[in-house]
T-cell receptor, first 111, second 113 residues
Framework: GESVGLHLPTLSVQEGDNSIINCAYS??????FIWYKQESGKGPQFIIDIRSNMDKRQGQRVTVLLNKTVKHLSLQIAATQPGDSAVYFC??????????FGTGTSLTVIP | DTEVTQTPKHLVMGMTNKKSLKCEQHMGHRAMYWYKQKAKKPPELMFV???????INESVPSRFSPECPNSSLLNLHLHALQPEDSALYLC????????????FGSGTRLTVV
């Protein structure tokens, strides 16, 4: 299996500030990583992914950083907005296998 | 169509009832998954289907019985459930098993009374 953890269970940020959500994983064979956003009453929604041959990937207002040396993953959200309030999960897999989800971080954006 | 559709959205059932959860996708995905999610917890994998064949059962009790009638449909048959089985049941699909992102449905909120 895979042990996946998050450094902080809750995070509160001011609107307009940047948010950083962290995730640690244990399996050095893990090679595909995804961040999901889950709003209340909904299923997880794909945000951004990264494969192990990269250490950084950018999307719209989001950046994922991967440090394979210390088995750490982070999600950066720029100019956080109230609509970003949700629970964020990292999900980790190794080739051909299913994903395991981290504990989750609840992000609250303060207007 | 880029969605995974789950029905019903809410279900209340007694411990002696038999019910089924349904999941449907028309994206041509060949892997489908059932996850269970308790409040304030991450999704926990239950079953994986790959090309309509059950490939993973994560030691799920036999009162949960999955079925994949065709490549677009996934069912979860429920029988003799316990109150602790109350949870959000999520269906997901991916192009193939493993190294592709999942598309999740909105889930079925199940309450066992």
């Amino acid at each position: 299996g895979e042990s996946v953890g998050l450094h902080l269970p809750t995070l509160s940020v001011q609107e307009g500030d940047n948010s950083i959500i962290n995730c640690a994983y244990s399996n050095s064979a893990s090679d595909y990583f995804i961040w999901y956003k889950q709003e209340s009453g909904k299923g997880p929604q794909f945000i951004i992914d990264i494969r192990s041959n990269m250490d950084k990937r950018q999307g719209q207002r989001v950046t994922v950083l991967l440090n394979k040396t210390v088995k750490h993953l982070s999600l950066q959200i720029a100019a956080t907005q109230p609509g970003d309030s949700a629970v964020y999960f990292c999900a980790v897999s190794s080739t051909g296998n299913q994903f395991y989800f981290g504990t989750g971080t609840s992000l609250t954006v303060i207007p | 169509d880029t969605e995974v559709t789950q029905t019903p959205k809410h279900l209340v059932m007694g411990m002696t009832n038999k019910k089924s959860l349904k999941c449907e996708q028309h994206m041509g995905h060949r892997a489908m998954y059932w996850y269970k999610q308790k409040a304030k917890k991450p999704p926990e994998l239950m079953f994986v289907y790959s090309y309509e064949k059950l490939s993973i059962n994560e030691s799920v009790p036999s009162r949960f019985s999955p079925e994949c009638p065709n490549s677009s449909l996934l069912n979860l048959h429920l029988h003799a459930l316990q109150p602790e089985d109350s949870a959000l049941y999520l269906c997901a699909s991916s192009q193939q098993r493993g190294a592709y992102g999942y598309t999740f449905g909105s889930g079925t909120r199940l309450t066992v009374v």
